[in-house]
């Protein structure tokens, strides 16, 4: 179902539930992976993404249009990310390293993580990189989306992504390199 007939069905309070269930049917797996990749930990992700289509169906009457759904969407998936890996710091009182030795340890044990080395290698280097870092890592090269596209979701300048993506490959070469 296209986005318009989605927002069409959202817009009306007849058809309400049956265009978030659609919408959810959608972008429940998207959203999912892109929380995933951030969160690391299964269960963390699937907290998230409930609470991310509560905030969806909480605040429709909020979306103006301006920007694709998918993108609105994204963009609360996103906010909800850094702000439970900050609040995840903050309650623990971890330094980042202890953090990214958790989230490793996630790796490490191969719960819900499959693949080979390099893949395992390459997930432990992006959790060296500072959250908004490794978000704009994995939308642009995961989810292989426009820096436009990733610019509306983080309110961020396309120049300054840009950089952050260049600045994320150079750290994840060095790590995997060994250099």
């Known amino acids: 179902m296209e986005d318009a007939e989605l927002i069409e069905k959202l817009s009306n309070e007849d058809t309400r539930n049956y265009g978030f269930n659609l919408l959810v049917r959608k972008y429940q797996e998207r959203i999912y992976w892109h929380v995933r990749k951030m969160v690391i930990n299964h269960d963390d992700a699937d907290d998230l993404v409930?609470?991310?289509?509560v905030k969806v169906w909480k605040y429709w009457k909020n979306?103006?249009?301006?920007?694709q759904l998918y993108t609105?969407?994204?963009r609360i998936a996103t906010n909800e990310c850094l702000t439970f890996l900050a609040k995840k710091k903050k309650?623990?009182?971890l330094p980042i390293?202890?953090?990214?030795?958790?989230?490793?340890?996630?790796?490490?044990e191969g719960y819900y993580i499959s693949g080979d080395e390099?893949?395992?290698k390459l997930q432990k280097a992006l959790l060296t990189l500072p959250d908004k870092q490794r978000l704009v890592f994995n939308m642009k090269y995961f989810d292989d989306m426009k820096y436009e596209e990733i610019a509306e979701i983080t309110k961020t300048s396309i120049g300054a992504l840009k950089a952050s993506y260049h600045h994320a490959v150079?750290?994840?070469e060095e790590i995997l390199t060994g250099n």
């Open 91 to 93: 309650r623990f009182f």
């Open 170 to 172: 150079k750290k994840i």
């Open 97 to 108: 390293v202890d953090v990214e030795k958790e989230l490793c340890h996630y790796i490490d």
């Open 72 to 74: 609105w969407i994204y």
């Open 118 to 120: 390099v893949q395992l």
């Open 63 to 67: 979306f103006r249009g301006d920007s």
């Open 50 to 53: 409930q609470e991310i289509f």
